[in-house]
Protein backbone atom coordinates (compact mmCIF):
# COMPACT_ATOMS: atom_id res chain seq x y z
CA UNK A 1 0.00 0.00 0.00
CA UNK A 2 1.33 3.30 -1.20
CA UNK A 3 1.40 6.10 1.58
CA UNK A 4 2.21 9.24 0.95
CA UNK A 5 3.14 12.36 3.39
CA UNK A 6 3.57 16.15 2.86
CA UNK A 7 5.57 18.68 4.45
CA UNK A 8 6.69 22.26 4.12
CA UNK A 9 3.75 24.28 3.48
CA UNK A 10 3.31 27.51 6.09
CA UNK A 11 2.89 31.40 5.35
CA UNK A 12 4.92 33.62 3.39
CA UNK A 13 4.69 36.92 1.58
CA UNK A 14 4.35 37.27 -1.98
CA UNK A 15 7.40 37.10 -4.22
CA UNK A 16 8.82 34.32 -1.85
CA UNK A 17 9.88 30.59 -1.42
CA UNK A 18 8.88 27.42 -0.38
CA UNK A 19 9.78 23.77 -1.26
CA UNK A 20 7.39 21.57 -0.54
CA UNK A 21 7.94 17.53 -0.10
CA UNK A 22 5.95 14.36 -0.22
CA UNK A 23 7.30 11.27 1.47
CA UNK A 24 6.30 8.07 -0.31
CA UNK A 25 6.55 4.67 1.09
CA UNK A 26 5.05 1.39 0.16
CA UNK A 27 6.63 1.45 -3.47
CA UNK A 28 7.97 -1.49 -5.47
CA UNK A 29 9.55 0.49 -8.20
CA UNK A 30 9.65 3.56 -10.16
CA UNK A 31 6.95 2.74 -12.55
CA UNK A 32 4.20 5.79 -10.74
CA UNK A 33 3.02 9.22 -11.99
CA UNK A 34 3.61 11.87 -9.01
CA UNK A 35 1.56 14.49 -9.14
CA UNK A 36 0.97 17.80 -7.20
CA UNK A 37 -2.48 19.21 -7.02
CA UNK A 38 -3.98 22.27 -4.78
CA UNK A 39 -7.15 23.08 -4.00
CA UNK A 40 -8.06 26.62 -2.45
CA UNK A 41 -11.80 26.79 -0.54
CA UNK A 42 -14.58 26.80 -2.63
CA UNK A 43 -12.86 25.65 -5.89
CA UNK A 44 -11.85 22.60 -7.49
CA UNK A 45 -8.42 20.29 -7.15
CA UNK A 46 -6.55 21.87 -9.74
CA UNK A 47 -3.00 20.01 -11.28
CA UNK A 48 -0.59 22.06 -11.13
CA UNK A 49 2.80 19.57 -12.15
CA UNK A 50 3.12 16.12 -12.61
CA UNK A 51 6.14 14.14 -12.85
CA UNK A 52 6.55 10.61 -14.46
CA UNK A 53 8.86 9.03 -11.68
CA UNK A 54 10.60 6.48 -14.24
CA UNK A 55 10.96 8.92 -17.42
CA UNK A 56 11.28 12.13 -16.13
CA UNK A 57 8.52 13.40 -18.06
CA UNK A 58 7.08 16.63 -16.04
CA UNK A 59 3.98 19.17 -17.20
CA UNK A 60 3.25 22.12 -15.28
CA UNK A 61 -0.12 24.08 -15.48
CA UNK A 62 0.03 27.34 -17.02
CA UNK A 63 -0.62 29.52 -13.71
CA UNK A 64 2.94 27.66 -12.41
CA UNK A 65 5.01 27.78 -15.27
CA UNK A 66 8.44 28.90 -14.75
CA UNK A 67 7.83 29.75 -11.15
CA UNK A 68 7.22 25.93 -9.40
CA UNK A 69 9.67 23.07 -10.18
CA UNK A 70 8.72 19.36 -9.30
CA UNK A 71 11.26 16.98 -8.61
CA UNK A 72 11.97 13.69 -7.02
CA UNK A 73 14.98 12.01 -4.63
CA UNK A 74 14.81 8.53 -5.57
CA UNK A 75 17.14 7.46 -2.70
CA UNK A 76 14.63 9.31 -0.21
CA UNK A 77 11.50 7.89 -2.15
CA UNK A 78 10.70 12.04 -1.31
CA UNK A 79 9.08 13.99 -4.36
CA UNK A 80 9.30 17.60 -4.25
CA UNK A 81 7.75 20.74 -5.31
CA UNK A 82 9.83 24.14 -5.48
CA UNK A 83 7.80 27.13 -5.55
CA UNK A 84 9.08 30.62 -6.07
CA UNK A 85 7.44 33.88 -6.74
CA UNK A 86 4.73 33.14 -4.94
CA UNK A 87 1.91 35.05 -5.40
CA UNK A 88 -1.41 35.41 -3.24
CA UNK A 89 -3.32 33.54 -5.86
CA UNK A 90 -0.99 30.19 -4.90
CA UNK A 91 -2.80 29.82 -1.79
CA UNK A 92 -4.09 26.59 -1.30
CA UNK A 93 -4.50 23.34 0.27
CA UNK A 94 -1.05 21.05 -1.44
CA UNK A 95 -1.79 17.36 -2.02
CA UNK A 96 0.86 14.93 -3.68
CA UNK A 97 -0.56 12.26 -5.45
CA UNK A 98 0.39 8.65 -7.12
CA UNK A 99 -0.94 6.44 -9.55
CA UNK A 100 0.78 3.41 -11.14
CA UNK A 101 1.81 3.24 -14.78
CA UNK A 102 3.45 1.67 -17.29
CA UNK A 103 3.46 4.81 -19.66
CA UNK A 104 6.72 6.87 -20.54
CA UNK A 105 5.17 10.25 -21.43
CA UNK A 106 3.51 13.26 -18.94
CA UNK A 107 1.30 12.27 -16.64
CA UNK A 108 -1.73 13.73 -16.57
CA UNK A 109 -2.76 16.31 -14.58
CA UNK A 110 -6.61 15.02 -13.55
CA UNK A 111 -7.32 14.29 -10.17
CA UNK A 112 -9.35 11.00 -11.22
CA UNK A 113 -6.28 9.45 -12.63
CA UNK A 114 -4.41 9.17 -9.28
CA UNK A 115 -5.14 6.43 -6.84
CA UNK A 116 -2.98 7.77 -3.54
CA UNK A 117 -3.57 10.99 -2.15
CA UNK A 118 -1.51 12.83 1.03
CA UNK A 119 -3.41 14.46 3.40
CA UNK A 120 -2.35 18.14 2.77
CA UNK A 121 -0.20 21.21 3.47
CA UNK A 122 -1.46 24.46 3.76
CA UNK A 123 0.40 27.06 1.78
CA UNK A 124 -0.62 30.72 2.59
CA UNK A 125 0.91 33.74 0.68
CA UNK A 126 0.05 37.23 1.97
CA UNK A 127 0.46 40.35 -0.46
Known amino acids: QVQLVESGGGSVQAGGSLRLSCAAS????????MGWFRQAPGQEREGIAT????????YYADSVKGRFTISQDKDKNTLYLQMSSLKPDDTAMYYC????????????????????WGQGTQVTVSS
Open 97 to 116: AAVRTGWNGYCLPKRDYYDY
Open 26 to 33: GYTDSNYC
Open 51 to 58: LNAGAGST
